[in-house]
Each structure stands twice: as C-alpha cells, then as structure tokens.
C-alpha cells in the first residue's frame, strides 16, 4: 500500500535550522512529483512548492523561496524539506503530498499525503 | 496570483441535512478544482477533483459542481462523521487552498 512517512516532531530555537523526511512506499517514487504544504495552528493549508522527483528539480512558491530548500534522496524514496534561519512564523505542520497528475484529463491532485511533521520555534 | 474564498467559514448543521459550501476564485479556474476533508489532527484527504468527480471510496453523499469562478461542494445527508475542515484548491495557474469551511453538528 502507499505510505509517505514523514520524521517526528521538532522543537528548534530561532536562527537555527531543521529538516524533516518524507519515506515514500508502495510505488515508483519518481513517478509523481511531491509537493510541501505548510498549516500553521489553527490556520489554513499554504502550498510551498514541490520537487520533480525525476529530475531533482525544485519548484518554490514565492513566499516560500530563500530560506527553504527541497531535495531528494532518490535512492531511498525520501523527499526532504529544510528550513534555515527559523523563524517564529515558521511554528506549522508541514505536510508532504503526492501529486498525481494526468494531463490528457486534466487532472491533477493531492491523492497522498504525510501524516505532518510539527515544527515548534521558541526561544 | 489566483485568490480562493471559500464561505462560510463556520457551518452548523443538523444530521441528516443538506449542505452546501461554497469556493469563489479570484479568477476563471476552468473547473480545475478540488476539495479536500481535513478532520482534527490528519492531514487532509481528497474528496473531490476536477470540480465534480468523486475520488475512488468517497460516500456518494458528497457532489461538487461548478463553473468559472464559481464552486460548490454539496453533502446531501450530513453525518456525525463528516465533521470536519473542508478545503477548496484550484489548479488553473500554480496551486491556492481556499481558507477553509469548518463544518460543525447542531
């Protein structure tokens, strides 16, 4: 079955840096892009961007691009999303998702999705 | 960028109800619209894509239509276990959430 596992929570001080995993299983990682969604407490889902986990390349949405890095780990099916320089506007779960697209339909969606990953920033 | 607005943010409804949520663009979207459930502490679920198809083991309560800038997902008999946040998110130009629905039993 598909699984995306993702690392446990963090507590970071600001200025410091983190970075959480996404394990992918039950299919061919390169196959479907992974996307990064950022939900702060109480608050709505914010698209980051994602990675082309053919390609290894990354796509950031604007408020997202700086001091966020995605990357792969390709041969263990591990997207990765680090944060530097944290802020205390960065405290959210971060949720990697599946992106499963079929353009003849024009279809596109998040059909998988990690269980979230909390991030605390506190001094 | 393409802007969601989803309303209300707040519904309180009766078992059993129909109910409808509503997701406004700030642009023509071409029907490229999903929506997704978000119960309290999991992450979100897909109920709905390309404005009105429903994904594989989705209840057949839950329906979505739509057109241009307009959308709704409706629950045509609301149960206890479909308490939870609902999300819009368009797909035209880069990807948006709406800000959500939460939905509440009376």
């Known amino acids: 079955q598909i699984q995306l596992v993702q690392s446990g929570p963090e507590l970071k001080k600001p200025g410091e840096s983190v970075k959480i995993s996404c394990k992918a299983s039950?299919?061919?990682?390169?196959?479907?892009?992974m996307h990064w969604v950022k939900q702060a407490p109480g608050k709505g889902l914010k698209w980051m961007g994602w990675i082309n986990t053919y390609t290894g390349k990354p796509t950031y949405a604007d408020d997202f691009k700086g001091r966020f890095v995605f990357s792969l780990e390709a041969s263990a099916s591990t997207a990765n999303l680090q944060i530097s320089n944290l802020k205390n506007e960065d405290t959210a779960t971060y949720f990697c998702a599946r992106y499963y697209y079929d353009g003849y339909y024009h279809v596109r969606y998040f059909d998988f999705w990690g269980p979230g990953t909390m991030v605390t920033v506190s001094s | 960028d393409i802007q969601m607005t989803q309303s209300p943010s707040l519904l309180s409804a009766s078992v059993g109800d129909r109910v409808t949520l509503s997701c406004k663009a700030s642009?023509?979207?071409?029907?490229?619209l999903n929506w997704y459930q978000q119960k309290l502490g999991e992450a979100p679920k897909l109920l709905i894509y390309?404005?009105?198809s429903l994904q594989t083991g989705i209840p057949s309560r839950f329906s979505g239509s739509g057109s241009g800038t307009d959308y709704t997902l409706t629950i045509s008999s609301l149960q206890p276990e479909d308490v939870a946040t609902y999300f819009c998110?368009?797909?035209?130009?880069?990807?948006?959430f709406g800000s959500g629905t939460k939905l509440e039993i009376k």
């Open positions: 039950g299919y061919t990682f390169t196959d479907y892009a």
């Open positions: 998110q368009q797909y035209n130009s880069w990807l948006t």
């Open positions: 390309y404005t009105n």
């Open positions: 642009q023509n979207i071409y029907k490229y």
